[in-house]
T-cell receptor, first 115, second 117 residues
Framework: AQTVTQSQPEMSVQEAETVTLSCTYD???????LFWYKQPPSRQMILVIR??????QNATENRFSVNFQKAAKSFSLKISDSQLGDTAMYFC????????????FGPGTRLSVLP | DGGITQSPKYLFRKEGQNVTLSCEQN?????MYWYRQDPGQGLRLIYY???????QKGDIAEGYSVSREKKESFPLTVTSAQKNPTAFYLC????????????????FGSGTQLSVL
């Protein structure tokens, strides 16, 4: 079974600074997808970024980028130029590529952006 | 706009009572999911359905039941057998493409907070 670990329960960063959230996963699958979801105080889950395991290039979405290390099974999220609106819970998630496979979520990292 | 609607936003359950959480989607998605979220924990899968009239147990199905009579609807019943039902419940759906693979993006509803009186 796949597992997802987020070793940082809480983090904080000053506004405009850069922060990196860690995620590691365990799987024997070769084809899979990785995701970062954001859950602000409204508790609405929002997809931040996703990465296909077969792609070597790291995904980027505006201020959000990932560092995907397949051999190390590591998938960290970097937030540049942090904004107050980035304050949220961040969940790392894994999904095997076979049809019908479910998502596995990590326990989350609570990020606070400080003014 | 297309999306997933969960209702009610807040729900209170009395001891021994069954309650039903509603989840409706107009995204034409085949697969739907129910997750439970407790403070300090990630999302745990309760039930999922890949197609109408079919559903499967997730990791924590005990004390819950579902139905999938329509593609758009996937209600979750929290039964009296669920002794610790206080949690935030999220419904989600995923698109399935024609070749059998799935679009891997999960769409979420806004959630229901269930509390015990």
């Amino acid at each position: 079974a796949q597992t997802v670990t987020q070793s940082q329960p809480e983090m904080s960063v000053q506004e405009a600074e850069t922060v990196t959230l860690s995620c590691t996963y365990d799987t024997s699958e070769s084809n899979y997808y990785l995701f970062w979801y954001k859950q602000p105080p409204s508790r609405q889950m929002i997809l931040v970024i996703r990465q296909e395991a077969y792609k070597q290039q790291n995904a980027t979405e505006n201020r959000f980028s990932v560092n995907f290390q397949k051999a190390a099974k590591s998938f960290s999220l970097k937030i540049s130029d942090s904004q107050l609106g980035d304050t949220a819970m961040y969940f790392c998630a894994f999904r095997a590529g076979n049809y019908g496979q479910n998502f596995v979520f990590g326990p989350g990292t609570r990020l606070s952006v400080l003014p | 706009d297309g999306g997933i609607t969960q209702s009610p936003k807040y729900l209170f359950r009395k001891e021994g009572q069954n309650v039903t959480l509603s989840c409706e989607q107009n995204l034409n998605h085949d697969a739907m999911y129910w997750y439970r979220q407790d403070p300090g924990q990630g999302l745990r899968l309760i039930y999922y359905s890949q197609i109408v009239n079919d559903f499967q147990k997730g990791d924590i199905a005990e004390g819950y039941s579902v139905s999938r009579e329509k593609k758009e609807s996937f209600p979750l019943t929290v039964t009296s057998a669920q002794k610790n039902p206080t949690a935030f419940y999220l419904c989600a759906s995923i698109e399935r493409t024609g070749n059998g693979a799935t679009n891997e993006k999960l769409f979420f509803g806004s959630g229901t907070q269930l509390s015990v009186l």
